[in-house]
């Protein structure tokens, strides 16, 4: 075997232990990091299968010696270079295309991404075997069973993550995977690989392990709650039953299956209608009760919703590929601030077949379901055509009992994963393992089909292909270094900015992210501006020095010239104005003009973002323009009336305008639609009360604090001083000596308050 061959092969195993890679040193460790990796095991591999091409003479024998067959391509083949294709025309018709083609950090799934994984399908077509003679190609059955097993260490690490080093651990509960609903669409695929595992096992030992495996996988999945990916698995049980009906002869063990079918069936909406076997096990009621009309959701229904809205809009080629956040933010629905405002930021539809179809148009997402169609039909057709040359029980030999078990269990496997994909989309570790499978389909189809051999030329030019060898060398080496080496590095520096506890040493670090080439500079500028706004917050930012204003400047100005170059981009907008309003608030009051002037165009992109809309308030509170913040406060609750969080601006700005009683009463209203307050501000509210003379009220919500800490001296000083207002001595006394009793220091201010309030006098 060559060293090409070895590198290949070597290369091609590595790839299915990216799952277990954690890259602590990139932004997004647990998924960015071992994406780039891919990529770069796939260029070696590619230019090294190509170097080898070059290597041997042009002649390819049926005996296996050299490079592997070029046979001809089946649909399957084609129908994935047809999607790639696809999603390359419409990146570049699109309203984005470098974010559409180089992707981002936070999803690592951009186009340039999806090219390696077509080289990697490629690659596996030729490189893996069903026959047991090619020795430069690699078994099947093995390459199966180490994903299968990589796929059962990644179950582990979800039920025991202390296994794991503190800093891999995640709080999502994915194990090594970091996220519990990316994990969970990765372990459907590891499920189906395991019970292919399982049938092709020919030891009782090799079916307990794979048992074992199974067991632990399920577990795992089962364990995350993802409700989509669970009832992908049922898709998947239930269709593989029914397709057993079909194929399987004898009547009676099609009955058989029928009668378990509605078994199934049965069961599953007995424990959805039975509140006494919900009562007893959660767990079933969590996993059978799929409902839209509350929670999450009900948010994926309006996603969907604004998704559908987009594809009314370009319909054929789609917006490009990833700009879902222009759709959201385009037809923004004001309800989703009703659960958090984490819910009014998607980038992401949540249903695959959706998010390709606003990409790619409706061509794209064609294409795509063209993919899943034809893996079913080849796994399905008869294999042995009659006109094919090799005999049946040579290809039966070959196959090694790739019967009916293993079709089903492929094609259950498949409509299993295609369900969860309905509500998520596809990420680095569940797209190795999809591939994988894509490609045991077509080189089963292709077991009845001779190698196509291709005709040697008279000469070799030998010169012309050293040429084309060294090129290949020189473009292997930029890519590594301009498509992957530097996205890394620069993905270390927001690594380090992320990490980073001190204000001075995250503006180091993010110096030198904001100095990463475009596009890879816009994401990084939105990332940077949510943590500067965050040290903010933290009261972190005192004073900022020549440096650290340098990075703020230079990172609003990023900003800006994003926005510039794609104006559909609302983050771009929001954050600078953000930015903004910090500079204001730290370095000179210039920079809240700035900010509104952002704010502004901001709005005009996305009319019914409320972020935008209460960002401008913030704003117009620091220049002291009431006017103007009592009416975008108006438009914030006009947009929706029923949000808490939109009354409470409202009545902050009724309250700076001077007009107290309807500013307390719209907070009232805020806090009676579910916004809730925090100590600091409830202490602001009862402030207010009190100067309105409300003392009833007062007394009652300090009340209600004191309850929950009741050892609050300050609290207590407070209320004593209103009992004292009020006119209620009594009170008042007692509750000024319950706060000595706390802290006897305050014994002699305690005393002159007596004595100024005459508590002791009847």
């Known amino acids: 075997m060559s060293k090409t061959n070895k590198i290949i092969q070597y290369g091609l195993y590595l790839i299915l232990f990216l799952p277990l890679f954690f890259t602590n040193f990139t932004f997004f460790p647990w998924h960015y990091g071992k994406t780039v990796i891919f990529q770069i095991v796939v260029e070696i591999l590619v230019i090294a299968y190509l170097w080898q091409i070059l290597s041997f ?40 295309p470098a974010n559409s083609f180089w992707g981002n950090q936070a999803r690592a799934n951009g186009i340039f991404t999806w090219l390696h994984f077509g080289a ?14 090619e020795s430069f190609k ?13 796929g059962s260490i990644v179950s582990l690490t979800a039920l025991l993550p202390g296994i794991l080093p503190a800093g891999w651990q995640s709080l999502a509960g994915g194990g090594i995977i970091g996220n519990r609903a990316f994990l969970a669409g990765y372990l459907i695929l590891v499920l189906g690989l395991i019970i292919y595992s399982f049938f092709l096992a020919s030891h009782k030992w090799q079916k307990i392990l794979w048992l074992a495996g199974f067991v632990l996988a399920l577990t795992a999945l089962v364990q995350t709650g993802i409700r989509g990916a669970i009832l992908g698995v049922g898709a998947g049980i239930l269709s593989s039953i029914v397709i057993l009906i079909f194929v399987l002869p004898g009547k009676k063990l099609k009955i058989s299956l029928a009668a378990l ?46 998704a559908l809205q987009g594809l009314r809009d370009k319909p054929v080629l789609g917006w490009g590929w990833g700009n879902y956040e222009i759709i959201f ?119 009845s089909l001779q190698p196509m051999v291709v005709k040697e030329n008279q000469k070799e030019h030998k010169a012309i292909k050293k040429i084309i060898r060294y090129s290949l060398f020189f473009v292997l080496c930029f890519s590594l270094i301009r498509f992957n080496y530097v996205p890394l590095k620069y993905s270390y520096y927001m690594r380090q ?7 001075n040493n995250w503006a180091v670090n993010a110096g030198r992210a904001l100095s990463a080439p475009a596009p890879l500079v816009f994401e990084n500028a939105i990332f940077l501006a949510q943590q500067l706004t965050q040290f903010d917050k933290a009261g972190a930012i005192n004073n900022m020095d020549e440096e650290q204003k340098s990075v703020a400047l230079s990172l609003v100005s990023v900003l800006e010239n994003a926005a510039k170059k794609y104006p559909d981009n609302l983050s771009f907008l929001v954050w600078a104005g953000q930015s903004y309003l910090v500079l204001g608030e730290k370095l000179d009051s210039k920079y809240f003009i700035e900010a509104e002037r952002v704010l502004l165009l901001a709005h005009e992109v996305s009319p019914q973002k409320q972020e935008v809309l209460f960002t401008l308030v913030r704003v117009y509170f620091s220049k002291k323009d009431f006017v103007r913040a009592l009416k975008i406060s108006q438009e914030a609750v006009a947009v929706a009336p029923d949000i808490g969080i939109s009354h409470w601006f409202l009545g902050l700005a009724q309250i700076v305008g001077g007009d107290r009683p309807k500013g307390l009463e719209s907070i009232e209203k805020a806090v009676k639609l579910g916004h809730g307050l925090t100590a600091d501000q ?44 009020s006119g ?35």
């Not at 490079?67 to 984005?96: C, E, H, P, R, Y």
């Not at 079933?284 to 409902?291: H, K």
């Not at 900015?497 to 204000?503: G, H, I, K, T, V």
């Open 261 to 306: 079918l509605f078994i199934f069936a049965a069961g599953f909406f007995i424990v959805r209608r039975s509140p006494s076997f919900t009562e007893r096990f959660p767990l079933a009621y969590a996993l059978t009760n799929f409902s839209y009309t509350s929670g999450t959701g009900e948010t994926r229904l309006m996603a969907w919703q604004e």
């Open 497 to 503: 900015a992320e990490r980073s506890r001190d204000f």
């Open 138 to 150: 690699i078994s099947y059955r093995l390459y199966v069973a180490v994903a299968a097993i990589v």
């Open 120 to 133: 990697f399908y490629f690659l596996l077509i030729n490189f893996l075997s069903f026959d047991r003679v």
């Open 728 to 762: 209620d001595k009594g009170a008042a006394l007692e509750t000024t000596r319950r706060a000595v009793g706390l802290f006897p220091p305050l014994k002699a201010e305690a005393e002159k308050f007596i004595k100024q309030y005459k508590l002791l006098e009847k």
């Open 329 to 447: 933010n385009k037809y923004f629905n004001p309800q989703f601030l009703k659960y958090s405002f984490a819910e009014t930021v998607w980038d992401k539809p949540h249903n695959w077949v959706l998010e390709i179809a606003d990409s790619a148009g409706l061509v794209g997402a064609i294409s795509y379901l063209a993919i899943f169609a034809t893996a079913l039909y080849y796994l399905f057709r008869k294999c042995h055509s009659e006109r094919s040359p090799v005999k049946r029980d040579e290809v039966e030999e070959s196959i090694s009992g790739l019967e009916t078990t293993q079709r089903v269990i492929l094609s259950a496997t498949l409509i299993a994963y295609f369900v969860q994909d309905l509500f998520l989309f596809e990420t680095t570790n569940g797209l190795i393992l999809w591939f994988l499978i894509l490609a045991l389909i077509s080189i089963q189809s292709k077991l």
């Open 57 to 96: 003479p042009r002649k390819r024998e049926s005996s296996g010696q050299g490079v592997g067959f070029f046979q001809k391509l089946n649909w399957l083949d084609w129908s994935i270079i047809a999607f790639l294709a696809i999603l390359i025309i419409t990146a570049f018709t699109g309203v984005n």
């Open 682 to 725: 409830k202490l602001y509210i009862l402030d207010l009360y009190a100067l309105e003379r409300n003392y009833s009220k007062v007394i009652e919500e300090y009340n209600k604090l004191l309850e929950s800490n009741p050892e609050n001296v300050n609290w207590l000083i407070k209320l004593a001083a209103i009992y004292a207002e």
